[in-house]
């Protein structure tokens, strides 16, 4: 009983604080892509003002901490009481508090999935710290996810700390041994590597981006590489039908890219869980 009631305690925190880090991943989905695109364009003013074409600019900051949240119809700054995850959209009933315009669901729907991940990360390892590198782990990929969704891009500021992690964590073989971690960020980046150039020398396009290699690398590191398998199967498969399901029901055009980074992301939640008992079903 004593354990249980540790189990359930343990777990209850990792679902609180998920909620708290769905709020922030909020934040990072939001901002990083635009971080990003400042970086660049900074860049690009600073090869003009080199080259004698351009002028001097004003830089605002903005990062993931500047400035403060606010109402993007009337600028009305989020206070701490309107920011507690999920419980201030249902007393706000999803609305501003001053202009009354609606909030996108999709804020309490990443709260909720975050906590959810925590939870499952506490029932699926128990107590201790191969839960909380496994919520590390599902709450990264949440946040990929939906960055790749949005924007198709995949950070370098995500995923190859992420790769650092896998193997930082499997230095004591929390997933999986040390060598198959190694082996599987080596593996997983040179298998989508070897397929964007083999697609691009027949096709002459870009079948995909660098950062689904990196993706699969930090997957691989995690996980192992006898996992691999099973992450670029469930991938593509899910990625093929939902592909077709887009073009034949949604209109989406064939020469508009789809982003590979949610089915990743999917597929390594699902070998985390499951990915030993699937690799069972494979014969010998």
Request: with cysteine; net charge neutral.
């Amino acid at each position: 009983m004593t354990s249980l009631l540790h189990a359930d305690f343990f777990g209850g925190i990792l679902g609180v604080l998920g909620l708290m880090v769905g709020s922030f991943l909020n934040v990072v989905i939001y901002r990083l892509p635009k971080m990003m695109e400042a970086a660049w364009r900074a860049q690009y003013v600073e090869t003009q003002e080199d080259a004698g074409e351009g002028g001097n600019t004003v830089k605002e900051t903005f990062n993931l901490a500047t400035p403060r949240s606010r109402c993007p119809h009337c600028g009305h700054p989020i206070s701490a009481l309107e920011n507690i995850p999920v419980v201030s959209y249902l007393c706000l009933r999803g609305k501003c508090r001053v202009c009354r315009a609606p909030i996108s669901l999709r804020y309490p729907l990443i709260e909720l999935a975050a906590a959810l991940l925590g939870l499952a990360a506490a029932w699926r390892f128990g107590p201790g710290v191969q839960a909380v590198a496994a919520a590390l782990l599902l709450w990264t990929l949440l946040a990929l996810a939906m960055i790749d969704f949005d924007t198709q891009l995949l950070p370098d500021a995500i995923t190859l700390p992420l790769l650092w992690g896998g193997l930082l964590f499997n230095l004591s073989g929390q997933f999986a041994p040390l060598s198959q971690a190694v082996i599987g960020a080596m593996a997983g980046y040179l298998a989508l590597w070897s397929v964007y150039w083999l697609f691009k020398l027949i096709t002459g396009k870009e079948g995909m981006g660098y950062g689904d290699f990196k993706l699969l690398a930090a997957l691989g590191a995690w996980l192992g590489w006898l996992m691999l398998p099973v992450i670029v199967l469930i991938s593509s498969l899910v990625g093929a039908l939902v592909g077709i399901a887009l073009i034949l029901f949604a209109r989406h055009g064939r020469h508009i890219p789809i982003p590979f980074g949610p089915y990743l992301a999917a597929a390594g939640m699902i070998a985390l869980f499951w990915g030993e008992e699937i690799n069972r079903l494979y014969p010998g």
